[in-house]
C-alpha cells in the first residue's frame, strides 16, 4: 500500500478532477505490475495496473492493492471493478472507501457479490490525506483551501512602500522552488487586486514541473491593466468582479487579445457579503478541486475569518522590516514545523 501511495503522488496536478490512485498487482509477494491514474480521460490506475502485468495467468492467484475503492459506474472510462472481476483477481486490499455518492462502497459491493475477497482500510489515513481533495469537493461542496504567506520575523508580509513594481522577498531560493512545487500540485491558484498591482506576478510553475495552476484574480472594480503578466494569455484565468461593476468594464475584459493563447473567464459575485463563499462557488462551477490562496492579507483573512481553508503554510523569514502590512491573523495552533536553511517553514491545519 505503500508503493500505491508513492504512485498516486504521480497523478496529482494531472489526474483531476478524478483523484489520483495508485495500484499494485502481487503475486506470491513480487510486484508483477502497478499503475496510477492518468490524466483526467485517460485509463484509471486499476487499468494501467493491469496492463503492465506480461504474464495474465498470475491474475488467479494475485492480490490488487489499490489506494481508492474501485469504481463501479461508467464515466469516461469502464468500471475498474468490472476489470478486476473480468480478470479474475481473488483479492483486492482497499486503502479507504471512496466517498462519491455515486460510488461509495458500491465497487466493494460488487467486488464481493463476484466473489472477490475484499480487505478495507489498509493506511487508511494516509489514504484519505492523499485523496483529500477530492474528498472536500464531494463532502463539503467546495475546493480544498491552502493558504500561504511568508512573513519577517516580526511579523510583516510587505512593506508599505516600495520602489519597484516587484516582489520583494522574504523566503529563501529552496522556500520559493517548494511553493513552486505546490503551485503544481493545486488546480488553481488566486490571488487579489493589490498583489497584481503591487507585484506584477506570473503565478506559474516556472521553478518545477508540471502544469501551470488556472489563475483566479480577484478584482472588484476591474483595475487590473491587461497589460499585467497575470492576463498574459499564458494560462487559463477566470477574473471574478463585482455584479455592480460597469457593463463597459466588463465587456472591455471580455474582449481577449488576439494573441490570448489560454481561456479567459469573467465572473461575478457580490463583493458586499459572503465573498469566500461565492468565490468557492465560482471554482466549483468551474470544476477546480483545489486552490492555492497566495494573495495579499485581505484576501488572505477574508477566507480565514469565513472558516473556509483546510491547511495554511507560512514562511518566517529572517529578516526585519521597520513597517509594514501585519500579517494575517491565524488563531490555530502550529503543527509541525521545519527549517529550510534560514527560512522557519509553519504547517497549520483546520480540523
Same mark, same amino acid.
Given at each position: 500500500?505503500?508503493?500505491?501511495? %508513492?504512485?498516486?503522488?504521480?497523478?496529482?496536478?494531472?489526474?483531476?478532477?478524478?483523484?489520483?490512485?495508485?495500484?499494485?498487482?502481487?503475486?506470491?509477494?513480487? /510486484?508483477?505490475?502497478?499503475?496510477?491514474?492518468?490524466?483526467?480521460?485517460?485509463?484509471?490506475?486499476?487499468?494501467?495496473?493491469?496492463?503492465?502485468?506480461?504474464?495474465?495467468? =498470475?491474475?488467479?492467484?494475485?492480490?490488487?492493492? &489499490?489506494?481508492?475503492? $474501485?469504481?463501479?459506474?461508467?464515466?469516461?472510462? $469502464?468500471?475498474?471493478?468490472? =476489470?478486476?472481476?473480468?480478470?479474475?483477481?481473488?483479492?483486492?486490499? /482497499? @486503502?479507504?472507501?471512496?466517498?462519491?455518492?455515486?460510488?461509495?462502497?458500491?465497487?466493494?459491493?460488487?467486488?464481493?457479490?463476484?466473489?472477490?475477497?475484499?480487505?478495507?482500510?489498509?493506511?487508511?489515513?494516509?489514504? #484519505?490525506?492523499?485523496?483529500?481533495?477530492?474528498?472536500?469537493?464531494?463532502?463539503?461542496?467546495?475546493?480544498?483551501?491552502? !493558504?500561504?504567506?511568508?512573513?519577517?520575523?516580526?511579523?510583516? /508580509?510587505?512593506?508599505?512602500?516600495?520602489?519597484?513594481?516587484? $516582489?520583494?522577498?522574504?523566503?529563501? %531560493?529552496?522556500? #520559493?522552488?517548494?511553493?513552486?512545487?505546490?503551485?503544481?500540485?493545486?488546480?488553481?491558484?488566486?490571488? @487579489?487586486?493589490?498583489?497584481?498591482?503591487?507585484?506584477?506576478?506570473?503565478?506559474?510553475?516556472?521553478?518545477?514541473?508540471?502544469?501551470?495552476?488556472?489563475? &483566479?484574480?480577484?478584482?472588484?472594480?476591474?483595475?487590473?491593466?491587461?497589460?499585467?503578466?497575470?492576463?498574459?494569455?499564458?494560462?487559463?484565468?477566470?477574473?471574478?468582479?463585482?455584479?455592480?461593476?460597469?457593463?463597459?468594464?466588463?465587456?472591455?475584459?471580455?474582449?481577449?487579445?488576439?494573441?490570448?493563447?489560454?481561456?479567459?473567464?469573467?465572473? %461575478?459575485?457580490?463583493?458586499?457579503?459572503?465573498?469566500?463563499?461565492?468565490?468557492?462557488?465560482?471554482?466549483?462551477?468551474?470544476?477546480?478541486?483545489? &486552490?492555492?490562496?497566495?494573495? @495579499?492579507?485581505?484576501? =488572505?483573512?477574508?477566507?480565514?475569518?469565513?472558516? =473556509?481553508?483546510?491547511?495554511?503554510? &507560512?514562511?518566517?523569514?529572517?529578516?526585519?522590516?521597520?513597517?509594514?502590512?501585519?500579517?494575517?491573523?491565524?488563531?490555530?495552533?502550529?503543527?509541525?514545523? %521545519?527549517?529550510?536553511?534560514?527560512?522557519? !517553514? #509553519?504547517?497549520?491545519?483546520?480540523?
Amino acid at each position: 500500500m505503500r508503493r500505491c501511495l %508513492e504512485l498516486a503522488e504521480k497523478g496529482i496536478g494531472t489526474a483531476r478532477p478524478n483523484p489520483s490512485v495508485g495500484a499494485v498487482i502481487v503475486n506470491e509477494g513480487v /510486484i508483477i505490475g502497478e499503475g496510477f491514474t492518468d490524466a483526467y480521460g485517460g485509463p484509471h490506475a486499476e487499468v494501467n495496473a493491469v496492463r503492465s502485468v506480461k504474464d495474465e495467468s =498470475l491474475f488467479k492467484t494475485s492480490t490488487m492493492y &489499490v489506494t481508492l475503492e $474501485p469504481c463501479s459506474h461508467y464515466g469516461k472510462t $469502464p468500471p475498474c471493478s468490472d =476489470l478486476i472481476i473480468q480478470k479474475k483477481i481473488p483479492n483486492v486490499v /482497499i @486503502g479507504t472507501i471512496d466517498t462519491h455518492s455515486i460510488v461509495a462502497g458500491r465497487g466493494i459491493k460488487r467486488l464481493k457479490d463476484n466473489g472477490v475477497n475484499v480487505v478495507v482500510g489498509v493506511l487508511e489515513e494516509e489514504c #484519505k490525506e492523499q485523496h483529500k481533495r477530492f474528498f472536500t469537493v464531494q463532502n463539503k461542496k467546495r475546493p480544498y483551501i491552502v !493558504l500561504k504567506w511568508a512573513e519577517t520575523k516580526n511579523g510583516y /508580509i510587505a512593506p508599505l512602500e516600495k520602489e519597484k513594481q516587484a $516582489p520583494i522577498w522574504i523566503s529563501n %531560493e529552496y522556500s #520559493k522552488q517548494l511553493v513552486h512545487k505546490w503551485r503544481a500540485q493545486e488546480q488553481a491558484i488566486l490571488v @487579489g487586486t493589490n498583489t497584481v498591482i503591487s507585484d506584477n506576478p506570473k503565478l506559474n510553475i516556472r521553478s518545477w514541473t508540471g502544469n501551470d495552476p488556472v489563475r &483566479v484574480i480577484l478584482d472588484r472594480n476591474l483595475r487590473i491593466s491587461k497589460k499585467m503578466n497575470v492576463l498574459d494569455g499564458s494560462q487559463k484565468t477566470i477574473v471574478i468582479t463585482d455584479i455592480k461593476t460597469s457593463t463597459e468594464k466588463v465587456a472591455l475584459y471580455r474582449t481577449a487579445d488576439s494573441n490570448y493563447e489560454q481561456e479567459l473567464i469573467i465572473e %461575478e459575485i457580490d463583493f458586499t457579503t459572503n465573498v469566500a463563499s461565492q468565490i468557492c462557488e465560482v471554482l466549483l462551477q468551474h470544476k477546480i478541486q483545489s &486552490v492555492f490562496i497566495e494573495g @495579499g492579507k485581505q484576501t =488572505l483573512q477574508t477566507f480565514i475569518e469565513a472558516n =473556509l481553508w483546510d491547511e495554511a503554510k &507560512v514562511f518566517v523569514g529572517d529578516s526585519y522590516f521597520k513597517s509594514g502590512v501585519d500579517a494575517p491573523i491565524l488563531d490555530h495552533p502550529v503543527k509541525r514545523e %521545519e527549517h529550510i536553511e534560514n527560512n522557519i !517553514l #509553519k504547517y497549520y491545519y483546520n480540523d
